[in-house]
């Protein structure tokens, strides 16, 4: 069965530190992998990986894929209280639907002033 | 910028109940689909659509329903409530597939 899993589930540390937010998967058919960042209720993009760019940097964010691994690391340097979120990471693994995206169930960070 | 607008945004139903989520968009993306987001799981498909007129199942459709009669509008439909359908709904819509989606801001379900 194709599985998304992230880990830690939760997370707390102080503005300032940084972070890093892990996704490990097993699926069939890998296509992409995709970073959201959910606050109180609508997930918002944050990074698309594929085989053909496996790093992307935003600002303080920044994501890597190790398709060797089968994973995604998600960092986040010198954090900010509005980077308390839920943190979702996707693959997208086309099998019968090709529209399937198998979710990870989330890391959440609380950042504390 | 609207973006993509579910409505409502609370309900509570009895058991047995029907009811329609609206979900709609105005950014002429083709693709849009329909998620429940449940405590401590990943988010899951219930339907989507690639365009007006076509609409697949995705892996959890059993008790709802939609259509797609025009690329701004994709409703869903719960036909006969039940506890299990207890959830956060997301509407959610993007200009190729699974590239970057855009979320509703999400509708908070309760059956009772």
């Known amino acids: 069965e194709d599985k998304v899993v992230q880990s830690p589930l939760s997370l707390v540390v102080h503005e300032g530190d940084t972070v890093t937010l892990n996704c490990s998967y097993e699926?069939?058919?890998?296509?992409?992998l995709l970073w959201y960042k959910q606050e109180k209720k609508a997930p918002t993009f944050l990074f698309m990986l594929?085989?053909s760019g496996i790093e992307k940097k935003s600002g303080r964010l920044s994501s890597i894929l190790d398709k060797k691994e089968l994973s995604s690391i998600l960092n986040i340097t010198a954090t900010q209280t509005g980077d308390s979120a839920i943190y979702l990471c996707?693959?997208?693994?086309?099998?019968?639907?090709?529209?399937?995206?198998?979710w990870g169930a989330g890391t959440k960070l609380i950042i504390k002033p | 910028n609207a973006g993509v607008t579910q409505t409502p945004k609370f309900q509570v139903l009895k058991t047995g109940q029907s009811m329609t989520l609206q979900c709609a968009q105005d950014m002429n993306h083709e693709y849009m689909s329909w998620y429940r987001q449940d405590p401590g799981m990943g988010l899951r498909l219930i339907h989507y659509s690639v365009g007006a007129g076509i609409t697949d199942q995705g892996e959890v459709p059993n008790g709802y329903n939609v259509s797609r009669s025009t690329t701004e509008d994709f409703p869903l439909r719960l036909l006969s409530a039940a506890p299990s359908q207890t959830s956060v709904y997301f509407c959610?819509?993007?200009?190729?597939?699974?590239?970057?989606?855009?979320f509703g801001s999400g509708t908070q379900l309760s059956v009772l």
């Open positions: 594929t085989s």
């Open positions: 959610a819509s993007s200009y190729r597939g699974n590239e970057k989606l855009f």
């Open positions: 996707a693959v997208d693994s086309p099998l019968d639907s090709n529209y399937q995206l198998i």
């Open positions: 699926v069939t058919n890998f296509r992409s």
